[in-house]
């Protein structure tokens, strides 16, 4: 099999958000999330390939040349395997309480990528975003959670909604903020839903009225902030801690 | 005062390693960057803006074209403002004991960057990086701590010597392994020196036999690993919490 013009013209117009709303389709580059793709239940539309080996272990993968692989990728340095695959839906099912974490309008792709990857290490596999977080199908998130969001649902869902619904399965809003109580001091149970703002703006108001605990970071005099997925993973360790004392 | 064609040459070779060490000088770009570069004792070399407001209020200001200070940035858009700054040179004082991390072949510059970050809202001021560590002067580095770099003290030593030299002054190594004792259930006391491994190469073996202490940080099955800035954000937020115990 080969790949046309069109095949690569499509396969380079998914580096904009544009085109992957159109065609519900997105990509993931590199052996690791190529594999990682493969290992999941996501349709995957099409696998491109410049590694001989690689083309004929696996039917699917088209051959490309360097320079067709070069015009598809969004690497700096491309990878020889990119993927295809369809955006997935997930039905939202918190009637058996799973761990969540809400995503408040992180803009930043990497910040994303990584606090995806983190909440996998921790077991959290729901991820709720407000519409004003960057999409998790944006290369740049896809390359940073390394292949830990084929093993996440991730959803998104406009603010006011999404604090509805959690609250109506009787979950407790837990937020980030810089008045808060030492995160390591607060009594949290398995349905406090972690929520991690943006690194500028934080939490939005919004989402602000709507926290039930309010924690903090406790640091030293003189440092300014934290990184957004710095932040996160070190709450996410705190409540994988505490959640897990109530097993 | 103009930039001379040679000025802007310079300050562009600064994006090399090679120059760097030649000229011993490096680069801060940004608003917020120059800002902390200011306000921080380190020496600045000179001062390039495109800004006409900010080159009338800092005498030491060179007023630069857009086109000079394209020629001169590392970022994809060129900020208003940029500082040369000379290579500091830190006397290690460990006497006093004070709270140190040791960075260990730390090879990307974003995670050495927010690293240094981390360490600063922690009060870990003194960083010590073997020398396969990649430099603090790297400007994705300096870009990354945010200008938290210019209240630490970061130090390069050769891995022997380094261990050598905080096992003289009595420090214990503290170091994240696969299969270590779970980080919140360790006796983490002030003379632990906190010991980072690079991402894809965990902490080399020569300082792994001179760990005092091997930790994990406890997941969940089916993940497979965390960012190397997250893993050591969440230790420093543990050995924070017990060094603070300890006073």
């Known amino acids: 099999m080969q790949a046309s013009k069109n095949d690569i013209k499509f396969v380079r117009s998914l580096g904009q ?20 793709a493969l290992k999941s239940d996501w349709t995957i539309v099409s696998i491109y390939t410049t590694d001989d080996d690689f083309a004929m272990a696996n039917a699917q993968a088209i051959r490309v040349s360097t320079n067709e692989m070069e015009s598809m990728t969004q690497l700096n340095s491309p990878s020889p395997y990119l993927v295809v695959l369809r955006m997935p839906s997930f039905d939202l099912e918190l009637t058996s309480l799973p761990r969540i974490c809400i995503l408040d309008g992180i803009q930043d792709p990497g910040n994303l990528g990584t606090i995806i990857r983190t909440a996998d290490w921790f077991g959290i596999r729901h991820l709720l975003c407000t519409t004003n977080t960057v999409e998790f199908t944006n290369p740049k998130v896809i390359q940073a959670t390394m292949g830990s969001v084929f093993r996440c649902q991730i959803h998104c869902i406009p603010t006011a909604q999404l604090i509805e619904l959690v609250k109506q399965h009787h979950y407790q809003l837990a937020g980030a903020v810089l008045d808060g109580e030492p995160a390591y001091q607060c009594n949290v149970h398995p349905q406090h839903a972690l929520v991690i703002g943006s690194e500028s703006h934080g939490i939005s108001e919004q989402m602000q009225d709507a926290l039930d605990l309010r924690i903090t970071i406790a640091g030293e005099e003189g440092a300014e902030s934290l990184n957004a997925s710095i932040a996160a993973g070190i709450l996410m360790a705190e409540f994988h801690r505490k959640w897990t004392l109530h097993l």
Chains 1, 2 share one sequence.
């Open 17 to 36: 958000k544009k085109f992957r709303q159109e065609s519900q389709c997105f990509i993931a580059e590199g052996l690791k999330l190529v594999q990682e």
